[in-house]
């Protein structure tokens, strides 16, 4: 069958470098993809939020089934765009409906969707400038640090954590004035949960699911989780504090609660869901929801599922996950991330990379990369995950550092700590 993937970072290079594994692929299609995924497949210069042209290329290619990576298309309707067109209605697709994609979408409907569905979560109030005096007001009642966030996209820059209490004041004031734009137009106050934190994925195709492999993630780009958010600086699968008797907590409480809540809300929904939680002592808590994969968990991920991907998207998109299997390989996968100088703030593109050619012993997926002429060059913050197997965390991590040491491009920065809270 035609696969087409629609994005163009690492997680979708990780995605397609499973995908060609399968012996149910004929022809692998990508849009608009980036240096890395030229190597597996067929890149499209069509950009993820172009709706008439993923339709010319799903007609143009005759794609049997599209596969979505980032959450800004989903939240657009892509595929409520798909199945309202004649020459689309049938095609497979593997990504949530515009109002299951508002799980990620917006922060105050998947707080409502956890209070109804008695889903484990901090207490919050969603605060716009109408009902600012209440939101400060709710402030006062809390105990920092003070957690604001953007209720829309906000590229995962919409999350301020706040020690002092008239700090955070102006910060939601700030924020309601239109910090991240229309994102911030309502913000939610959280309570802070204190706990580490894992990411946990579930494919589902609106009745059944089946929960991949937990990763954790590193989101501050300095090192001993110091300084700014970035999208993410390393994953590593798996995590060990995730153990049986955790996992089923978050099967029993979160999963399968889930999965329920949006069957008994009509709400029609296939694809993956991704449950950032946090362990407090032990309890699983929902920090957030993403209608889509991680990244770079995905990174990680990927290199665990043993079974043939394409079959669960499959089961995911023609309603038959049931009667799927899912196999995990028992080693550990770490990934590295390598980024511009300046990330997350401003940075250079353009830099060409060196090295890529002599990395045999771990995979390198393709994060912000552009092929220019003979050269591969930078073209964004996260530009290259390094993902390698061990027997344990310390061997995978060995593997990735080492090769990461064989790359090189101008203003090049990992963390060098990964896994130090594991």
Known sequence: MNILIVGSGGREHAMAWKIKQSPKLNQLFI??????????????PVGVSDFSGLKRVVLDNQIDLVLVGPEVPLCEGLHDFFSSDEQLKNIRFVGPYRLGAQLEGSKDFAKEFMMRHQIPTAKYLAVTAGNLQEGLAFLKTMNAPYVLKADGLAAGKGVLIINDLQEAEESLREMLGGQFGSASSKVVIEEFLS??????????????????????????????????????????????????????????????????????DQISYNGFIFFGLISCSGEPMVIEYNVRMGDPETEA???????????????????????????????????????????????????????????????????GTVQKGPDVCTDGGRVLA?????????????????????????????????????
């Not at 608009?32 to 030229?38: D, I, L, Q, Y």
Request: hydrophobic share 40%; charged share 25%; net charge negative.
């Open 31 to 44: 849009a608009p993809g980036n240096a890395g995924t030229a190597l597996l497949g067929t890149n499209l």
């Open 195 to 264: 706990g580490i934190e894992c990411s946990v994925f579930a494919i589902t195709d609106g009745n059944d699911y089946k929960i991949l492999p937990v990763a954790k993630d590193y989101k501050r780009i300095g090192e001993g989780d110091t300084g700014l958010n970035t999208g993410g600086m390393g994953a590593i699968s798996p995590v060990s504090f995730a153990d049986e008797t955790f996992m089923k907590k978050v099967e029993d409480r979160i999963i399968r609660p889930t999965v329920e809540g949006l069957k008994k």
């Open 301 to 367: 991920v990927m290199l665990r599922v043993k079974s043939d991907f394409v079959d669960l998207l499959l089961g995911a998109a023609e309603g038959t996950l049931g009667e799927k299997h899912i196999e995990i390989d028992s080693r550990t996968a770490v990934t590295v991330m390598l980024v511009s100088g300046g990330y997350p703030g401003p940075y250079e593109k353009g830099k060409v990379i060196s090295g890529l050619a002599q990395i045999t012993t771990s995979i390198v997926f393709h994060a």
């Open 386 to 422: 390094i993902s390698s197997y061990g027997e344990t965390m310390k061997e995978a991590l060995d593997l990735s550092y080492k090769n990461a040491q064989s790359l090189s491009f101008e203003g090049l920065y990992y963390r060098k700590d990964l896994g130090f809270d594991l």
